[in-house]
């Protein structure tokens, strides 16, 4: 397996990243999140993960390791290619799969194109226990030192905008949600995100 390239960018694409790696050229499918943050003639490190078919090798290339497990963690559901795992990625961080997936939304999942109602519940099912936990949740809890309450907001207006809502819609949940989370922090000193982001989304789909 192929699991980084490093080198220079040699041609970017609407898909497609060209690095020269000891003088040949990889090309690398990547998000277009991915692709800007590339630039010709610049250092690029991409975390790659390598397709094999009986009429082609494909080379995936993303920012980083994570996004890369998250990639090949969707392909493990029933019906995902790495086609529509890279469009997942393309629609939604990492950490907003984990967290769609964690509070059962819907909504976030058929965003993708290609999949459905159906399709989107079925994926629900199937990844449940899978992508793990969002990674923003523990921030501050793994760390050395006290860990850091004051981020609980930052963390889920994050979370909301990458499940596609707008700046204005998850300020308002954000603020709805407040209450809840200054009382955990009194209570335990930790504001609970998973929790508090299951209370907005279910006051953002109220909304609507």
């Given at each position: ?23 040949i050229g ?40 994570d996004e ?141």
């Amino acid at each position: 397996m192929i699991a980084f390239v490093s080198g220079p960018v040699a041609a970017l694409a609407p898909t497609t990243a060209v690095i020269e790696v000891g003088g040949i050229g990889m090309a690398v499918q990547c998000t277009p999140d991915t692709l800007a943050g590339l630039r010709i003639g610049k250092e690029a490190r991409l975390a790659t993960s390598l397709v094999v078919r009986e009429d082609s090798l494909t080379l995936y290339g993303f920012a980083d390791d994570d996004e890369r497990r998250v990639f090949e963690l969707l392909q493990t559901a029933s019906g995902v290619g790495p086609r529509l795992a890279q469009a997942m990625l393309a629609t939604h961080s990492p950490d907003a799969l984990r967290i769609a997936v964690a509070t059962g939304d819907e909504k976030a999942l058929t965003a993708v194109s290609g999949i459905g109602k159906k399709g989107a519940q079925k994926l629900l099912l199937e990844l449940k226990d899978r992508l793990g936990e969002p990674v923003g949740a523990h921030i501050g809890q793994q760390g050395i030192g006290t860990p850091v309450t004051s981020s609980w907001r930052d963390q889920l207006q994050a979370a909301l905008i990458g499940l596609g809502y707008a700046t204005r819609e998850a300020d308002e949940a954000v603020a709805t949600v407040a209450p809840q989370a200054e009382a955990a922090l009194a209570e335990s000193g930790q504001a609970p995100v998973a929790q508090l982001l299951r209370a907005a989304l279910q006051t953002l789909n109220r909304a609507r």
